[in-house]
């Protein structure tokens, strides 16, 4: 049985992601804040109930990256790591002024050190497993996002780094894909102004960006999707008002 690391598997797209994982017959190790729902929700599902004991939930702060690298060489101690999803993600918007250095500092540290630190530590068990190390980056990292500068930029390194790591690790086996979705049905935006359109045609649900991976990583031996950006067919976002006050 392959094992996988998934960051924010305890919610959106990460949870999507963990129960396509299990489908997929994955050992996944689950880094999340709080697993209460989504484990309530697979004791009750038919399907991911006789899976749960290959789910590991591992409650963690990204933040306290000292801890986070102690978990993960305990980790590989004892088990040989073949994929390592970094999906976990933090985003605060409003004008660029009025945010305040801790905001910068966690989006920073989860969107950007996080996956870089990751990588470093499994790297070398990568190149052994022949493993995949898949990316959720953002649609605003290639493009201007006003009211986002600090996320889009975090997001917009993470793509860039992903990409130079291709190009340095494709040679030993290892393939790395970068996945940028547009925006979301999730919690993520719930403390901006704005937020994604509940219309299916104009944003995204966490089971497409898991669709997505299940692409990825059913894919032949021999080819590798470096880089995919998905998008709604239609461009609309919804107004949220309560946080617009």
Not at 10 to 28: D, N, P, Q
């Amino acid at each position: 049985m392959e094992t996988a690391i998934i960051t924010g598997a305890s919610s959106g797209i990460g949870t999507a992601i963990t129960k396509e994982l299990l489908l997929l017959g994955y050992k996944v190790f689950g880094f999340g804040r709080d697993f209460s729902t989504l484990l309530a929700d697979l004791k009750e599902d038919k399907t991911y109930a006789p899976l749960l004991p290959n789910l590991t939930p591992i409650t963690l702060d990204l933040t306290k990256t000292g801890k986070l690298t102690e978990k993960i060489r305990e980790m590989r101690k004892n088990s040989e790591i073949s994929l390592l999803v970094n999906n976990a993600g933090v985003g605060y918007f409003g004008l660029h002024e009025e945010l305040n250095p801790t905001m910068l500092h966690e989006m920073v540290t989860v969107n950007l050190e996080v996956p870089m630190l990751l990588c470093q530590l499994l790297l070398r068990d990568l190149k052994k497993t022949g493993g995949h190390i898949i990316q959720i980056s953002s649609v605003t990292a290639k493009k201007s996002s006003p009211h986002g500068c600090a996320y889009g930029a975090t997001k917009a390194g993470l793509s860039a780094f992903t990409q130079s790591l291709f190009d340095e690790a494709r040679k030993y086996g290892v393939r790395i894909t970068c996945i940028h979705p547009d925006m979301t049905r999730s919690n993520f935006y719930r403390g901006a102004d704005f937020g994604a359109e509940i219309d299916e045609d104009c944003s995204l649900s966490p089971e497409d960006i898991a669709a997505c991976v299940h692409t990825v990583l059913t894919a032949r031996s021999g080819m590798v999707f470096p880089d995919i950006t998905l998008s709604p067919q239609k461009h609309r976002i919804s107004r949220n008002v309560k946080n617009s006050q």
